[in-house]
T-cell receptor, first 115, second 114 residues
């Protein structure tokens, strides 16, 4: 069975500062990894994903995440955050190439960007 | 593309009443998922369908919960009878094809059972 751990429930940061949201996963098989973002009163939206190939993946709005197999991590980073990045961020994992199509989510990290 | 459409956005009901949540997935998507989100337990997968057939309902908490997908464009999640601990935001999501495709979520139904 797979699981995802997001240790930080909330991360406060000042505007234009860098941020890292941590995600660790547990799985006995190869995985696909995702970051989703949830803005208030909305559903989740895909931010970026790792399927295979380059371990560094990027989103269109400046976020990036790096897959580290040895540390079973997929931390999300941004070098300079904006007020509009305030949202809840969810890391998720699924079984790569298996028969299960479940997407297992972490508990979420609330990013609070202050002016 | 209208996205995944859920109704109602908010539902307030009394304990013991039947509640029906509705979802219209994105046209052409062959997977549909129901999730529940609470502060205590985060996002929990309740059930998912492939081509209108329930594949895994192991996340459905009790027999009070049931879900159907009578056709490719409509699904319901029913709670009967409802209890205060069912209060949560219920999300429907759909996906086109394999597990590396992104999930598209609706805006959710916020259920309050008093």
């Amino acid at each position: 069975a797979q699981s995802v751990t997001q240790l930080d429930s909330q991360v406060p940061v000042f505007e234009e500062a860098p941020v890292e949201l941590r995600c660790n996963y547990s799985s006995s098989v190869s995985v696909y990894l995702f970051w989703y973002v949830q803005y208030p009163n909305q559903g989740l939206q895909l931010l970026l994903k790792y399927l295979s190939g380059s371990t560094l993946v990027e989103s269109i709005n400046g976020f990036e995440a790096e897959f580290n197999k040895s540390q079973t991590s997929f931390h999300l980073r941004k070098p300079s955050v904006h007020i509009s990045d305030t949202a809840e961020y969810f890391c998720a994992v699924s079984d790569a190439g298996g028969s299960s199509y479940k997407l297992i989510f972490g508990s979420g990290t609330r990013l609070l960007v202050r002016p | 593309d209208a996205g995944v459409i859920q109704s109602p956005r908010h539902e307030v009901t009394e304990m013991g009443q039947e509640v029906t949540l509705r979802c219209k997935p994105i046209s052409g998507h062959d997977y549909l998922f129901w999730y529940r989100q609470t502060m205590m337990r985060g996002l929990e997968l309740l059930i998912y369908f492939n081509n209108n057939v329930p594949i895994d309902d192991s996340g459905m908490p009790e027999d009070r919960f049931s879900a159907k997908m009578p056709n490719a464009s409509f699904s319901t999640l029913k709670i009967q009878p409802s209890e205060p601990r069912d209060s949560a935001v219920y999300f429907c999501a759909s996906r086109d094809g394999p597990d590396n495709s992104p999930l598209h979520f609706g805006n959710g139904t916020r259920l309050t059972v008093t």
